[in-house]
């Protein structure tokens, strides 16, 4: 592989659009933060590469890593192309079905998502396979031709292909897209390549999730590339996807699925990069941007993941970073619920027309606006292109719509927003770290996004974390770890048996199968052989059990020495992670899996920064703090601040992509490549 220079990653949020342009060799870094364009995405993209084009010649840069929300966006709004399913008779209704289990389990009332596909565009084939892949009843061929011809009639746009037990044998399902693929000219989705996996419901709603963005991902993409050749780009994109790995933009349009997490998923890449950085391993994310906030946890250096996702409702089994999201960001909307209770979010003011303080027709008071009120920020120096914040109108949205109503002062209402905002993300990161046995004290709360290091203190005392990190380039992380990831493809295939009784040579085959898909895949991708690696793992349980545990394996084909530990191992996993364990009870192997990752050229970050505290000094201005009230701040230029020095609060340090507020009783200190930690100290 060629050595790497120019490197752009470009991640699109619900309200602002992050470019980063690094030099890998000299270790500098260029940042853009514009605002999104919603409805129109490419256009905010497409305008950010014109303004780099005044730093660099596109023709010379080696990548473009692309994390985007348009697959998300499409499913939350239900903007997907018109899709049908293809189904064993008897199962058509399987994906509205569902099953039992409710998030609410008492709400009687509860409404399910819409179908993403009809019950008028599900169609039931004649043929079954049992739960070896072993033939019951053939395919009734030439049903298929009237089916095509129904699809044609009705302009349905992508199919997905979902029988039963596929995953065992994927026969039947290739030859309805053989036949389909003769009279159609549209995307057509096997359950077989996409999750070739058991539990009907989960893979027959990943297949049609898959299939239904197809067309959606296909013009998008198809655009952007477009649109970066005739800038002079000359290299093929790369994407994204929910695992942190990325693919490439063929990857992205056959399995746009796997993409719906790809921002999210970058920004925790990137917190991981950071930790190892500065020597932190056990981090605890918080991404605040403009329209959401997204917590995840990593331990040991590894982000958690999980294959149990769900995107507004709907059920996409395949491997991402575990990432519990909520609706709070800097343009998440305050307002009065009808027991006159102050609450913000979950909707937001977005891009458009954005907060008040925006001046782009926003009438609706938001955390952002609250800042702006409380000395937070700088009207003189906002983000993402903007000429400067108006504050009056901040204080009047404030004033009229909370602060009035509730009977409070303009401070009282504007901390309060953001006390509730806290709350809301306090109680996010409880999720993912004290619900799953995990004390927040043992961490680092590492805050990143736009917003997000605006809250990071406030959140880490109320935790009682003992210390908050803010990387160099917080507000454009998730940009900045599109470009630390390597390129990798997750498969999977169900091979249900008890231990005792599974056949070791069908295990090394099935590996040796997947291994040879995923090098196939990297090479294509400009992967050199020495450069690939393989992570083989596997599902198992207790026989019975309606939930597995997944287990590392060594990277070699497993012994009957090896096979037959695999229990053992089981159970002490088990113990570790439940608390119990069943040593007499028989384990079933479940899935194997295996991901296949090309390694790709590792950046490092130019250090030791030079300068003086006082050259990065700026006048002080009133800031309002909780219980301290209005107290003189000193305020300070991120991009002056030299390396491996200290101050105190209150201050607050201004960026090009987010500010920082240090409160009273806080201490802060600069590493050596411009990460700023700040330590919550004894009062």
């Given at each position: 592989?060629?050595?790497?220079?120019?490197?752009?990653?470009?991640?699109?949020?619900?309200?602002?659009?992050?470019?980063?342009?690094l030099?890998?060799?000299?270790?500098?870094?260029e940042?853009?933060?514009?605002?999104?364009?919603?409805g129109?995405?490419?256009?905010?993209?497409?305008?950010?590469?014109?303004?780099?084009?005044?730093?660099?010649?596109?023709a010379?840069?080696?990548?473009?890593?692309?994390?985007?929300?348009?697959?998300?966006?499409?499913?939350?709004?239900?903007?997907?192309?018109?899709?049908?399913?293809?189904t064993?008779?008897?199962?058509?209704?399987?994906i509205?079905?569902?099953?039992?289990?409710?998030?609410?389990?008492?709400?009687?009332?509860?409404?399910?998502?819409?179908?993403?596909?009809?019950r008028?565009?599900?169609?039931?084939?004649?043929?079954?396979?049992?739960?070896?892949?072993?033939?019951?009843?053939?395919?009734?061929?030439?049903a298929?031709?009237?089916?095509?011809?129904?699809?044609?009639?009705?302009?349905?746009?992508?199919?997905?292909?979902?029988?039963?037990?596929?995953?065992?044998?994927?026969?039947?399902?290739?030859?309805?897209?053989?036949?389909?693929?003769?009279?159609?000219?549209?995307?057509?989705?096997?359950?077989?390549?996409?999750?070739?996996?058991?539990?009907?419901?989960?893979?027959?709603?990943?297949?049609?999730?898959?299939a239904?963005?197809?067309?959606?991902?296909?013009?998008?993409?198809?655009?952007?590339?477009?649109?970066a050749?005739?800038?002079?780009?000359?290299?093929?994109?790369?994407?994204?996807?929910?695992?942190?790995?990325?693919?490439?933009?063929?990857?992205?349009?056959?399995?746009?699925?796997?993409?719906?997490?790809?921002?999210?998923?970058?920004?925790v890449?990137g917190?991981?990069?950071?930790?190892?950085?500065?020597?932190?391993?056990?981090?605890?994310?918080?991404?605040?941007?403009?329209?959401?906030?997204?917590v995840?946890?990593?331990?040991?250096?590894?982000?958690?993941?999980?294959?149990?996702?769900?995107?507004?409702?709907?059920?996409?089994?395949?491997?991402?970073v575990?990432?519990?999201?909520?609706?709070?960001?800097?343009?998440?909307?305050?307002?009065?619920?009808?027991?006159?209770?102050?609450?913000?979010?979950?909707?937001?003011?977005?891009?458009?027309?954005?907060?008040?303080?925006?001046?782009?027709?926003?009438?609706?008071?938001?955390?952002?606006?609250?800042?702006?009120?409380?000395?937070?920020?700088?009207?003189?120096?906002?983000?993402?292109?903007?000429?400067?914040?108006?504050?009056?109108g901040?204080?009047?949205?404030?004033?009229?719509?909370?602060?009035?109503p509730?009977?409070?002062?303009?401070?009282?209402?504007?901390?309060?927003?953001?006390?509730?905002?806290?709350?809301?993300?306090?109680?996010?990161?409880?999720?993912?770290?004290?619900?799953?046995?995990?004390?927040?004290?043992d961490?680092?709360?590492?805050?990143?996004?736009?917003?997000?290091?605006?809250?990071?203190?406030?959140?880490?005392?109320?935790?009682?974390?003992?210390?908050?990190?803010?990387?160099?380039t917080?507000?454009?992380?998730?940009?900045?770890?599109?470009?630390?990831?390597?390129?990798?493809?997750?498969?999977?295939?169900?091979?249900?048996?008890?231990?005792?009784?599974?056949d070791?040579?069908?295990?090394?085959?099935?590996?040796?199968?997947?291994?040879?898909?995923?090098?196939?895949?990297?090479?294509?991708?400009?992967?050199?052989?020495?450069?690939?690696?393989?992570?083989?793992?596997?599902?198992?349980?207790?026989?019975?059990?309606?939930?597995?545990?997944?287990?590392?394996?060594?990277?070699?084909?497993?012994?009957?020495?090896?096979?037959?530990?695999?229990?053992?191992?089981?159970?002490?996993?088990?113990?570790?992670?439940?608390?119990?364990?069943?040593?007499?009870?028989?384990?079933?192997?479940?899935?194997?899996?295996l991901?296949?990752?090309?390694?790709?050229?590792?950046?490092?970050?130019?250090?030791?920064?030079?300068?003086?505290?006082?050259?990065?000094?700026?006048?002080?201005?009133p800031?309002?703090?909780?219980?301290?009230?209005?107290?003189?701040?000193?305020?300070?230029?991120?991009?002056?601040?030299?390396?491996?020095?200290?101050?105190?609060?209150?201050?607050?340090?201004?960026?090009?992509?987010?500010?920082?507020?240090?409160?009273?009783?806080?201490?802060?200190s600069?590493?050596?490549?411009g990460?700023?930690?700040?330590?919550?100290?004894?009062?």
């Amino acid at each position: 592989m060629s050595s790497i220079e120019m490197l752009i990653g470009i991640d699109i949020g619900g309200t602002f659009t992050d470019i980063v342009l690094l030099d890998s060799k000299g270790g500098t870094i260029e940042l853009l933060k514009l605002p999104s364009t919603p409805g129109r995405l490419e256009e905010g993209v497409t305008r950010g590469l014109q303004e780099l084009q005044q730093e660099v010649n596109l023709a010379e840069v080696e990548r473009i890593v692309h994390g985007s929300t348009v697959a998300t966006n499409a499913l939350l709004e239900g903007k997907w192309a018109r899709t049908a399913l293809i189904t064993t008779k008897g199962f058509r209704d399987v994906i509205e079905i569902g099953r039992q289990n409710r998030p609410n389990i008492y709400d009687l009332f509860v409404e399910r998502p819409r179908p993403i596909v009809p019950r008028e565009l599900r169609f039931e084939v004649t043929e079954r396979l049992d739960y070896q892949g072993r033939t019951i009843k053939s395919l009734d061929e030439g049903a298929i031709e009237g089916i095509a011809e129904e699809l044609l009639r009705r302009e349905v746009k992508s199919v997905a292909l979902s029988l039963l037990f596929s995953y065992a044998n994927p026969e039947h399902e290739r030859k309805i897209a053989e036949i389909l693929g003769k009279r159609l000219k549209i995307p057509i989705t096997l359950s077989s390549e996409v999750l070739p996996e058991f539990r009907e419901f989960e893979r027959t709603s990943t297949t049609v999730v898959n299939a239904a963005l197809r067309p959606v991902i296909g013009d998008y993409l198809e655009q952007l590339e477009k649109e970066a050749v005739r800038l002079g780009f000359k290299r093929g994109w790369q994407i994204m996807q929910s695992n942190a790995g990325i693919t490439s933009s063929h990857g992205a349009e056959s399995q746009p699925v796997k993409i719906v997490l790809s921002g999210p998923a970058a920004g925790v890449e990137g917190a991981r990069f950071v930790g190892e950085q500065t020597g932190f391993h056990n981090l605890i994310t918080l991404d605040m941007g403009g329209t959401s906030c997204d917590v995840s946890l990593i331990r040991d250096g590894k982000a958690t993941t999980t294959t149990e996702g769900e995107v507004g409702g709907y059920p996409i089994k395949v491997p991402m970073v575990d990432i519990h999201t909520i609706g709070a960001g800097g343009g998440s909307i305050a307002w009065i619920d009808k027991g006159r209770a102050l609450r913000v979010g979950p909707q937001s003011a977005g891009a458009e027309p954005g907060p008040v303080c925006y001046g782009r027709g926003g009438q609706e008071p938001t955390v952002t606006d609250a800042h702006l009120v409380l000395g937070r920020l700088n009207p003189a120096s906002p983000l993402g292109g903007l000429r400067g914040l108006d504050l009056e109108g901040a204080k009047r949205a404030i004033h009229e719509r909370i602060a009035e109503p509730l009977g409070m002062n303009l401070e009282e209402a504007a901390q309060g927003i953001l006390a509730v905002a806290d709350a809301n993300m306090e109680r996010a990161i409880r999720v993912i770290s004290v619900e799953r046995g995990y004390d927040p004290r043992d961490f680092v709360l590492l805050a990143f996004g736009g917003a997000g290091p605006l809250h990071g203190a406030g959140l880490a005392a109320i935790l009682g974390i003992p210390k908050i990190l803010i990387p160099q380039t917080a507000g454009v992380l998730s940009a900045f770890g599109l470009l630390r990831t390597d390129l990798a493809h997750d498969y999977v295939q169900s091979l249900v048996r008890e231990v005792s009784k599974i056949d070791l040579a069908k295990i090394n085959k099935t590996y040796d199968l997947l291994k040879r898909k995923g090098r196939e895949e990297l090479l294509q991708e400009g992967v050199t052989e020495e450069r690939i690696r393989y992570q083989p793992s596997l599902d198992m349980r207790y026989l019975g059990q309606s939930y597995e545990l997944n287990l590392a394996l060594p990277d070699h084909r497993l012994t009957q020495e090896e096979l037959e530990r695999l229990p053992e191992e089981f159970h002490k996993r088990h113990q570790q992670v439940y608390g119990h364990a069943a040593p007499g009870e028989p384990v079933e192997l479940v899935n194997l899996r295996l991901r296949a990752v090309g390694l790709m050229g590792k950046i490092e970050l130019r250090g030791d920064r030079g300068g003086s505290l006082e050259e990065a000094r700026r006048a002080a201005r009133p800031v309002h703090f909780p219980k301290a009230g209005w107290v003189k701040t000193q305020v300070f230029v991120r991009e002056s601040l030299p390396a491996g020095v200290s101050l105190e609060g209150p201050a607050i340090i201004e960026g090009r992509e987010s500010t920082i507020v240090i409160p009273p009783q806080m201490g802060a200190s600069t590493d050596r490549f411009g990460n700023l930690i700040i330590e919550v100290k004894e009062a």
